[in-house]
């Protein structure tokens, strides 16, 4: 493994000689395998110091904290420097339009950053050549471009050393040389859609070739070369037509528009920057219109708009509305009892492969349960957000929860924290409504979960 490893660092021209090395380490058998390998070779890497930071977002309770102890212990063993943050993620409130996912992984590659900056240190993450195949196929699966099928890389002083080594090569390592790993179980569910290709669709497609993940690997190191040809490209032909109009950077939509069409959504790509992240193949053709002439403007964001004035496109600052919205909260959905800023308390209860339970559940329990499989990323329960709208089971009509609190007479003083429940898609549940026609049961539910005020009477729900 160590020979693959100097290969990678090699190819990339990763040079580790007076280097100070940042390790991140979760526990897991990638990152521990990393650990041992570069803490028991330093002769052969080069690197002047190692260190190990770990991130303990708390999202896993007692198991998160059992996974620092490990690392730690680990990193006393090998005599490695060792630094952990607790993310407390449980405890604050996750920014809109974020997975609880893209969340955990910002707040730890943020403290990341902050760790290496003193000593300049290269950080190193564990992904694998798994893992890069993994997101490939997860990135195709959502309709990307060429970008999304590049699989992972290193990204400015983030290196991944272990991106060309295959997931049961380092099991091997690791059972080897006895290195020690945690392994978390929420990786063997397959409520995520991550989870579902590592765990079905790759090995499905490994009966068919089972040299599939060198194969897509290698076919993800092609699509890169081109990606990055075209990037360069495009960012030649910016060059080109760049502007200064008073202190805002422009470009002439002529000089663009002579260039082939792939050349300027990659132009594009350039503009918008960092703003592209959240954004669809129909505004990057919106986008294109505006060169073209069809269009003076598209609002890519809340506060950016890209826009066409003089003959010249340029990406400007839109100021924001305001929102309305002064008091708010968000809290994850737990198991038991949920005690919400109203003081309501609201008993969350699951039953898995519980199927045969359907036969002998109440209106009630029915239009207060919610079928597991249905759910897109996390439960929240949360206060009501500007456009939020429901598809009431019981009513079955879809109505804004604005026009639905009007209805059934909620205060409008108290509306900010009446109980509602929501995951990445939109609002599920409704206290005194029931469920979102989206996540209701049906013959074919496995796994659920059913919600009421807590201290309701039997004889309320029948």
């Known amino acids: 493994m160590i020979n693959i490893v100097k ?30 390998l570069f803490a028991k070779n330093k002769d052969e890497f080069g690197y002047t110091s190692i260190s190990v930071f770990h991130y303990n977002h708390g999202l896993r309770g007692k198991d998160s904290d059992e996974d620092e102890e490990v690392v730690k212990r680990f990193c006393g063993i090998l005599d490695v420097p060792f630094k952990s943050h607790e993310g407390k993620l449980l405890e604050r409130q996750k920014p809109k339009g974020l997975s609880i996912e893209s969340w955990a992984r910002e707040e730890r590659y943020s403290a990341l950053e ?28 959502r309709g990307s471009g060429l970008g999304g099928l590049k699989g992972i890389g290193n990204r400015g002083n983030i290196v991944r050393p272990l991106i060309e080594v295959e997931r049961k090569e380092i099991v091997k390592y690791c059972e080897t040389y006895n290195v020690p790993f945690r392994t978390d179980k929420s990786n063997f569910e397959n409520h995520y859609s991550r989870n579902r290709i590592r765990n079905i669709i790759i090995p499905e497609m490994d009966i068919i070739n089972s040299s599939v993940v060198n194969n897509i690997s290698r076919l993800s190191k092609n699509v890169s070369e081109i990606d990055d040809f075209l990037f360069l ?47 669809s193949n129909k505004i990057i053709d919106e986008c294109l219109a505006v060169i073209t002439g069809g269009k003076t403007s598209v609002q890519i964001s809340s506060s950016k708009v890209f826009l066409r004035k003089d003959n010249f496109v340029s990406l400007d600052e839109l100021k924001p509305k305001r929102d309305n919205f002064e008091n708010s909260y968000k809290t994850v959905c737990k198991t038991g009892k949920n005690v919400l800023p109203s003081g309501r308390m609201i008993l969350v209860e ?66 900010w924290c009446y109980p509602i429940l929501a995951d990445d898609v939109g609002v599920v549940w409704v206290l005194g409504e029931g469920v979102s026609d989206r996540v209701k049961l049906s013959e074919s539910t496995k796994d659920f979960i059913s919600l009421k005020e807590y201290g309701e009477s039997d004889a309320k729900r029948h």
């Open 233 to 279: 490209t495009a960012e030649k032909l910016l060059e080109s037509s760049k502007a200064l109009i008073g202190k805002k950077e422009c470009f002439d939509a002529d000089v663009l528009n002579n260039a082939d069409t792939i050349i300027v959504k990659y132009c594009i790509r350039s503009i918008l920057g960092d703003e592209i992240n959240n954004l």
């Open 114 to 141: 902050k760790q290496a900056s003193p000593n300049n240190s290269l950080i190193f993450t564990a992904h694998n050549k798994n893992d890069s195949v993994e997101t490939v196929i997860f990135n195709l699966l």
């Open 350 to 415: 699951r039953f898995d492969n519980r199927s045969a339970d359907m036969e002998n559940i109440n209106k009630f329990e029915y239009q207060n349960s919610i079928d597991c499989d249905k759910i897109s990323g996390v439960l929240f329960f949360r206060s009501r957000e500007k456009g939020d709208s429901f598809r009431s089971l019981r009513r079955n009509n879809t109505k804004t929860l604005k026009k639905l609190f009007n209805e059934i007479g909620i205060d409008p003083t108290v509306r």
């Open 7 to 36: 290969n990678t660092l090699s190819e990339s021209g990763t040079a580790l000689e007076g280097r100070n090395l940042l390790l991140a380490v979760s526990g897991g058998a990638d990152s521990m395998a990393m650990l041992h």
